[in-house]
């Protein structure tokens, strides 16, 4: 997918609830990483299209100086918000195609739920500059879990109502792509689960925070939004549904 103006600007006006509904990572995320590639809180970490500040989160957490590379200009200053001047977060203005970071400067590269909106090419030269010889690449998602009844349902109703969706949504890049873009280092996978727990407002939120949502206004925002209110009542134990994923962190060393 190519990095242009609609990519880098398409969540500016979402920014509020992305910061208040989007899921953070599981903690054991880096535990996990620590096993599997060494990590340490020395390793110096690239967060690629670091949005909200969402990504980097778990990685300030353990103590790691994060450069967090951002070109929306509104979700970078969320991201500065969130971290409230921790010297260990550096928000940079820049893309996936040019970071503006050092040559072989970097340990660890991230991209949180943002792979899917580069020029890939051009990308992974980048990466393969800033990235030092034994660096590693983890591409990560918090996939919607496809075993869950809830979720099908929810995904149906994306498919059916929100022509945009099948358009954007991440599950458009398959493993061979990301196996051939994380070449020569060699690919391994890790699941870890997670989960939200929404109100019905709160479940709202976390579908507008979405590119491809229809915002308030738009010609089928409330055929959406019914459709999404009726889901939650088929679904809610005590006001709350529970948002199930399965975060997948695909590791290239």
């Known amino acids: 997918m190519q990095t242009n103006k609609s990519n880098t600007t398409r969540f500016s006006d979402r920014v509020s609830d992305y ?12 535990e996990k990483l620590s096993q599997t590639i060494g990590l340490e809180s020395n390793f110096i970490v690239a ?12 990685f300030i957490e353990a103590g790691n100086l994060v450069y967090a590379v951002e070109p929306n200009l509104e979700m970078r200053q969320a991201s500065e918000a969130f971290f409230d001047g921790n010297k260990n977060f550096k928000p940079i203005n820049g893309t996936a195609e040019e970071t503006t970071l050092e040559d072989q400067s970097i340990d660890l590269i991230f991209c949180g739920q943002a792979y899917h909106w580069f020029d890939f090419e051009k990308a992974k030269k980048e990466f ?12 990560a998602w918090n996939e919607r879990s496809i075993q869950d009844p809830f979720q099908q349902k929810y995904e149906r109703l994306m498919r059916k109502l929100i022509p945009e969706y099948a358009k954007v949504t991440q599950k458009n890049i398959n493993v061979d792509e990301i196996r051939s873009f994380l070449a020569p280092k060699v690919m ?17 939120g976390r579908l507008r925070s979405s590119s491809y949502a229809p915002k308030e206004g738009d010609k089928n925002y409330d055929v959406v939004m019914n459709a999404l209110e009726q889901l939650f009542d088929s679904y809610q134990e005590n006001g709350k549904v529970i948002f199930k994923y399965d975060t997948m ?3 290239g060393r």
């Open 19 to 30: 910061v208040k509904y989007r899921p953070h990572y599981p903690k054991e995320m880096i």
């Open 188 to 204: 391994e996978l890790i699941e870890l689960d997670n989960q939200q727990i929404f109100n019905l407002t709160e479940l709202k």
């Open 47 to 58: 967060d690629i299209g670091s949005g909200t500040g969402l990504s980097s989160q778990r």
């Open 128 to 139: 393969l500059r800033i990235l030092k010889p034994e660096g590693t690449m983890v591409l």
């Open 249 to 251: 962190l695909y590791v």
